[in-house]
């Protein structure tokens, strides 16, 4: 789940800025050697259009699935309040403090208060269904998905076609969704400006709680350009997404159409402050929601 957690460092130097920057604002991070214009370019492509921005809740991305539904995290209509929380820590030697600000009391968020954007058209949520199984306390966060049904149709652009093999391992992918963006390299470059970015990657592994007999999560890794990081070939607009991309798709062509794969739950896993620091965002793992393993439920749902 992205920015499940904030934290600060209190430590001389600039690893408690860089640390936070990177908890607080992972989304559309791109390779430092490729120009920002061509993952914009990506993201506006026609079969890309189906991707939305969530406002209420504590906003993200979406999926137009049919012309009165959108798919998205549950874990962006969760509110929390926060508790501070501390954790003595070495780096580099000295001895420092880090502070998380830990979410808690959850709650659903009032979905009357959320709207789906597309094409600068803002549509009003009818109601939300997040997945029981994320809601249940022995399966919290296993199936971290949930469908909106809008007010209004939305009849100029095409839904994503959903997903309903279970062969997506190694499939090469592209995610779409909004959120911060920025330089690989250079953590202190990312800002949340919300744009509509498009990257590519390659579905490495499966992982996850298993949900009906399958893993949930599809894994990919952010790639450095020299290969030295990663589990596959760099692709030419190799990224990671997070923060604002979280309920984003993520989407692979197979023949000549394109269908809905992942939706976006989190980037940044497996966190090291010394590698950070060293490589940037190379080398971190973004992970998506299977949806070939939620499509009856999602075709139920909006029966």
Known sequence: MVC???????????????FLVFLAFVSGIIRHDVPERKYLQLGKQKQFACVGQISGGSGGSCVLVSEKYVLSAAHCFIETDTRADTLDTLIDGKKAQMVFYVPVNPRVTDFSKVYATFNGRSIKAKRGIIHPAYLDSLTKGSCDIALIELEQPVRSIGPAKLSST?????SDVTGVGYGASGRADKPESVKLEHKKIAGQSVVDSLGGPEFDDHQTLLFCQFVSPDNKTGMHVARPLEYICGG????????????????????CGGGGSGIDLQQFMKTGYYGQTMSWTRVSLFTSWIEKQMR
């Open 166 to 170: 279970f062969d997506e391992l190694h």
């Open 4 to 18: 499940s957690k904030q934290a600060s460092t209190r430590a001389t130097g600039t690893l408690g800025l860089a």
């Open 244 to 263: 604002g991309d979280s309920g984003g798709g993520l989407f692979r062509q197979k023949g000549k159409a394109w269908e809905l794969v992942g939706i």
